[in-house]
């Protein structure tokens, strides 16, 4: 039986409630009036049901997803105005015991270099991230209780935390990591990591099982019920996502809506994040074999539905898509993008070795941090190194209540302002640098806030004369 506020995964995700939204959806897809209804009640911006949202992603009207594309880049601008908060994946360790058969990590590939950072492999990696321009980070590791246990991840997440080098340091770090125990939650919740994240993959439990045919993450209930555990223990910036190409879009997308909704129905806080990777090559990966591959339109369309329907939840993009594709979501919601990235384990400190190896999947967009930068100040989009956010205590229901209210602006565009000017002045190229300093002052120029306006003026002289680290 369907119940958000249940906490056993087969009642907020239930299989009939998903296959019944995807039906109603087909019903009313081509329901005008309906759908006009559901466009006024987005226009509200306060989010839409998954059953709403899925008549709008099944809707085949041209002019009807016109308004869809519209309304998402309306509220994108509202919400996030024209900054996007860059990151870099590190990867700690592919060894791993799952069997997932989209991922070149799963224990059966035999050929793939297994490879694990030792704490002074880390210090390497993130010295080289942080001499990129880097200031967050999200940790990747696969699943593997004696190579990479809870202990290896705090220690990791602790030397991170300690690298001090030059002016760098990496303010932030999210995780990826399988799904554990409210105890190890609380450990990495002490630890201060940002935004705990971790894919579904798919909703399908059916298919889940398939595709994840041994380990502990075969597990559909354990791995579906991770985030609960992660709320239970305190961590209350919780990123999901499923990996489009494994089953059918509309599915996941109805699924991903409805563990959305669960989190709001029970801890009274949304996803702080969602993510949209599609499967990409890899080692021994051919994304061809999956039947449920998904073109650019309708990933497009997915990510400006993603946007209506939950305005306040931020949305990232990764390398795995191409510059092309990263430009055309950009305008439709996306809020992250990662740039500069390796998937392989050692690739930042040493990239020119054949450390790509051990990549977990091929990068597309495959351009330097700096190139990225200036590239999204070029198409007049504000890159943000802030993460200021986390560490002035606006997590969970604190930072969704001043999103919701649209009040993030007064925060985000000046600490935005002044870490890109960190950025300019300490790791950008002399073209990007000057691109950057214009930006700035224009954008200084639009602050509405006559106060913040000058202190933000003051920050940036300082930042210039070599001082670091102004917070809103
Ligand atoms: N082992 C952890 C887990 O099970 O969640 C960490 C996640 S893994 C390092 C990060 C994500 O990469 C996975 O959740 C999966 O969605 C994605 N991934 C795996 N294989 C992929 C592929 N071939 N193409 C694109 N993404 C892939």
């Known amino acids: 039986m369907y119940n958000p506020k249940s906490v056993n995964a087969e009642e907020f995700i239930s299989h009939e409630e998903i296959l019944d939204t995807l039906e109603f959806a087909e019903k009313n897809k081509n329901n005008i009036e309906f759908i006009n209804k559901i466009l006024d009640k987005a226009k509200l911006k306060n989010g839409l049901s998954h059953r709403e949202a899925s008549v709008l992603l099944a809707c085949d009207i041209p002019s009807k997803n016109e308004e869809i594309f519209e309304l998402a880049q309306q509220i994108k601008k509202d919400f996030y105005g024209n900054r996007i908060v860059l990151f870099a994946p590190l990867y700690l360790s592919n060894y791993c015991i799952n069997g997932c058969v989209y991922c070149p990590y799963h224990l059966k590939n035999k050929h793939i270099p297994r490879k694990k950072l030792s704490q002074e492999d880390i210090k390497n990696e993130v010295i080289a991230l942080q001499d990129m321009g880097h200031k967050r980070l999200a940790i990747e590791a696969g699943e593997d209780p004696v190579n990479n246990p809870i202990e290896y991840i705090l220690e990791s997440i602790d030397t991170i935390y300690s690298i001090k080098h030059k002016n760098g340091a990496i303010r932030r770090v999210n995780v990826n990591i399988a799904a554990t125990t409210v105890e190890n939650y609380k450990k990495l919740h002490d630890a201060g990591i940002g935004t705990y994240i971790l894919f579904q993959e798919t909703y399908h439990k059916d298919s889940y099982e398939k595709l994840h045919p041994t380990g ?68 021994d990966i051919d994304p061809n074999t999956f039947d449920n591959g998904i073109d650019d339109d309708i990933f497009a369309k997915i990510v400006a539905c993603i946007r209506i329907a939950v305005p306040y939840t931020g949305m990232i993009i990764s390398t795995r898509e191409s510059q092309d594709c990263r430009k055309r979501v950009l305008s439709l919601g996306i809020s992250q993008i990662s740039g500069g990235s390796k998937t392989s384990v050692g690739g930042y400190f040493n990239p020119m070795s054949n450390s790509d190896d051990s990549a977990q999947f091929d990068v597309s967009d495959t351009r330097s941090l700096d190139d990225v930068v200036r590239w999204l100040m070029e198409m007049n989009y504000l890159p943000s190194f802030c993460t200021a956010c986390y560490r002035n205590g606006r997590t969970g229901d604190r930072f969704m209540e001043i999103c919701k209210q649209q009040q993030i602006h007064n925060f985000c565009q000046p600490n935005a302002l002044m870490t890109l000017k960190e950025y300019l002045e300490d790791y950008a190229t002399p073209t990007t640098k000057a691109v950057g300093e214009k930006l700035i002052l224009n954008e200084v120029d639009m602050l509405s806030d006559h106060n913040i306006k000058s202190i933000v003026k003051a920050n940036l002289q300082k930042i210039s004369e070599g001082m670091r680290d102004f917070v809103f």
């Open 216 to 283: 502990p993450k075969h597990d559909y209930k354990w791995h579906t019920e991770a985030m609960d555990r992660a709320m239970q223990a305190g961590i209350d910036d919780v990123g999901l996502g499923v990996l489009y190409g494994l089953e059918s879009y509309k599915y996941e997308f109805a699924g991903l809506l409805m563990h959305a909704e669960h989190l709001e129905a029970v801890y009274g806080v949304g996803p702080h994040t969602i993510s949209v990777p599609r499967i990409k090559k890899a080692d």
